[in-house]
């Protein structure tokens, strides 16, 4: 099991993402890659501004510990993952004979740590004779494994209807309508992930401020 990193900044958090298709190669034998649509490849840049001894001492024994091409830890980001910033495509198929109706829906993210908050309520008029479709937008992080969809039939009463796990998939309506059992939205977004990752390069920039503190810069990239 990949050992983790888990000392949270104090100062400064940066994560850049990457879509280019290039490979660079350092002097250290670091292999720079890039990713294309749907998924980033991230690089994260930690700074601490006023790290004591421990701290400093803890960063640099881990970094010593894991240089080189071939070393990979995992690091759990302290921000969970944005919450969707659309509820995907919603349309009509024949079937059922349920009467004219307007839903209200809504999506979240779902990782192994947790969920997001539901994205924007949308809303869609539904034919009589008709069931209701929702297509999700794509997973936007690898560690996403799967869509919860929430609908009602006003704004602020939607619940949980089911469980997309296909990036990009859909849920069509029962023929005999919504459940309207399942959960409410979550209000507090939960949803960390694991990130696997290794150090940009072979350097630890390391400054000694006062006489008891450091600024502490410390970079690595996602691996695929």
């Not at 991230?42 to 080189?68: K, Q, V």
Request: charged content about 20%.
């Amino acid at each position: 099991m990949a050992q983790s990193f888990s000392l949270a900044p104090e100062y400064e958090y940066i994560e850049d993402d990457m879509y280019r298709t290039q490979q660079n190669e350092s002097e250290f034998g670091y292999v720079q890659t890039f990713s294309m649509w749907p998924y980033p490849k991230r690089r994260f840049s930690l700074h601490w501004n006023a790290a004591f001894d421990t701290e400093m001492w803890s960063i640099r024994s881990f970094f010593r510990d894991h240089r080189g091409p071939a070393s990979q830890f995992d690091y759990i980001p302290m921000d969970p993952i944005a919450t969707p910033h659309q509820a995907g495509s919603a349309s009509e198929i024949a079937g059922g004979a349920l009467g004219s109706r307007t839903y209200y829906y809504a999506i979240s993210w779902v990782t192994a740590q947790g969920e997001t908050t539901i994205s924007p309520v949308a809303s869609f008029a539904v034919a009589s004779s008709k069931l209701f479709k929702l297509t999700i937008p794509t997973f936007w992080y690898r560690n996403i494994t799967k869509a919860r969809v929430y609908v009602g039939t006003s704004a602020g009463a939607t619940k949980l209807e089911a469980e997309v796990t296909t990036s990009a998939g859909s849920w069509t309506e029962p023929t005999s309508g919504l459940v309207g059992t399942g959960a409410t939205p979550p209000t507090t977004n939960t949803a960390k992930e694991t990130v696997s990752v290794h150090l940009v390069d072979d350097t630890l920039s390391i400054r000694k401020v006062s006489p008891v503190s450091y600024t502490i810069d410390l970079a690595f990239e996602e691996l695929f």
